[in-house]
């Protein structure tokens, strides 16, 4: 198996590579890349054919600050889904994704915290936050996300695109629409704020969907202590949301930290 199977060849080539780098490092509001028909156009139809209904999807959340499912179940899945997870977790595209992030050594874990599944129904929406930075078992460094849309037909009116946001959270910067076979590559950091909060209004029977990747090292020069996901409150939400969700964060964040350090198991 080799990338070109899976991954459109027009960005395997030395000349993209070498302009996706220049493109990652300068992008704002913080380091990432948008790439349009990232997949073969043949390989990400399957994909798109054969994308599991919701409820196949192992793990739903129906919380104060996000409404989606996800899944890294791929036993349950169309073969395919695994065939891109290998592509994807291959010495092949570890050297790629170096080369075009400048993320030296990085690698997925083969668990549900490595590559699966996001699936959005009506309604659904996700908070503006920060990922978990330490994978909370191997505690190894969470470093780049790879998102792959895989949804077609895709109205502006449906909302949900992928918000970025400066490091103060006072501006959204950056909205990226959920073209079909577009792949979004950012670096996971303290102030990779991200999310889509605009609940997406779609018909019966569309939903959002989206191929997920983590990248990790085992070393960050820049490292800070364990944190889980943390969720904040956009500048024009209601007082009562921004302290709740203020709260919330303190104290689950506070939990997980003081779990972990005594060595009890934190990704709940």
């Given amino acids: 198996m080799t990338m070109n199977n899976h991954i459109n060849p027009a960005h395997l080539e ?58 890294s179940n791929f036993s349950d899945f169309n073969e395919n889904f695994l065939k891109l997870r290998n ?8 050297q790629w994704i170096s080369s075009v992030t400048g993320i030296k050594d990085v690698f ?30 191997l505690n190894v460094h969470r470093r780049l996300n ?14 949900g695109a992928l918000e ?10 950056k909205k990226v629409f959920p073209e079909f076979n577009r792949c979004v590559i950012f670096e996971t950091s303290e102030i990779s704020y991200h999310g889509y ?12 969907k989206s191929f997920y990747a983590y990248f990790y090292t085992n070393d960050r ?5 364990y944190h889980d ?16 969700t203020s709260i919330k964060e303190r104290l689950k964040n506070g939990i997980k930290a003081g779990l972990k350090k005594v060595g009890f198991k934190v990704d709940w």
């Fill in 14 to 71: 030395p000349a993209a590579i070498s302009s996706y780098h220049k493109q990652f490092q300068e992008n704002k509001p913080y380091k990432h890349i948008v790439l349009d028909n990232f997949l073969v156009p043949e390989f990400a139809t399957i994909l798109y054919e054969n994308f599991p209904g919701y409820d196949k999807l192992n793990k739903a959340y129906k919380g104060y600050n996000e409404y989606k499912a996800e899944g």
């Fill in 87 to 94: 592509t994807l977790a291959s010495q092949d595209f570890y």
């Fill in 221 to 225: 020069e820049d490292a800070v202590e």
């Fill in 164 to 173: 970025l946001w400066n490091s103060d959270m006072s501006k959204c910067e």
């Fill in 108 to 137: 997925i874990t083969d668990d549900k915290l490595g590559a699966g599944l996001h699936q959005g129904l009506n309604g659904s929406f996700l908070d503006i936050h920060i990922d978990f930075n330490i994978h909370p078992s």
């Fill in 197 to 208: 909060t605009e609940k997406i209004n779609v018909p019966d029977g569309v939903t959002r």
């Fill in 146 to 159: 790879l998102l792959i849309y895989l949804q077609k037909d895709w109205k502006p009116e449906y909302n």
């Fill in 229 to 244: 996901t943390y969720f904040r409150a956009k500048p024009e939400d209601p007082v009562t949301k921004k302290v709740i």
